[in-house]
């Protein structure tokens, strides 16, 4: 397995918004891919600070999925809300429980 890790730094003021999108609109979108397995999002209120991990079956299946643009279609969803640019990083999944 494989996870996509992104983190982002949103604008202190439109965490709530960030949060009702991810919610109703990436949650949806992301259990519809193909080899997708799980999907996480941590947020610390204080600070703005987050990060989304997603799972996937394979390294195939993660990269075929940036490939196919839904991943930048899902960054384009919370685009307004960000106060910087998102960093993602993808790691072999090692130990899962």
Same mark, same amino acid.
């Given at each position: 397995?494989? *996870?996509?890790?992104?983190?982002?730094?949103?604008?202190? &003021?439109? /965490?709530?918004? =960030?949060?009702?999108?991810? @919610? %109703? #609109?990436?949650? #949806? =979108?992301?259990?519809?891919?193909?080899?997708?397995?799980?999907? %996480?999002?941590?947020?610390?209120?204080?600070?703005?600070?987050?990060? #989304? /991990?997603?799972?996937?079956? #394979?390294?195939?299946? &993660?990269? &075929? +999925?940036?490939?196919?643009?839904?991943?930048?279609?899902?960054?384009?969803?919370?685009?307004?809300?960000? *106060? +910087? !640019? !998102? /960093?993602? @990083?993808?790691? @072999?999944? /090692?130990?899962?429980?």
């Amino acid at each position: 397995m494989f *996870a996509r890790c992104t983190t982002m730094q949103f604008k202190l &003021a439109f /965490i709530d918004k =960030a949060v009702e999108i991810y @919610e %109703n #609109s990436i949650v #949806s =979108a992301a259990q519809s891919q193909k080899g997708f397995q799980g999907l %996480n999002f941590y947020l610390d209120r204080k600070t703005g600070k987050a990060v #989304s /991990i997603a799972i996937w079956d #394979s390294e195939e299946d &993660a990269l &075929a +999925n940036e490939k196919s643009l839904y991943y930048q279609e899902q960054l384009l969803k919370l685009r307004h809300y960000f *106060a +910087n !640019p !998102p /960093i993602r @990083e993808t790691y @072999e999944v /090692i130990v899962r429980v």
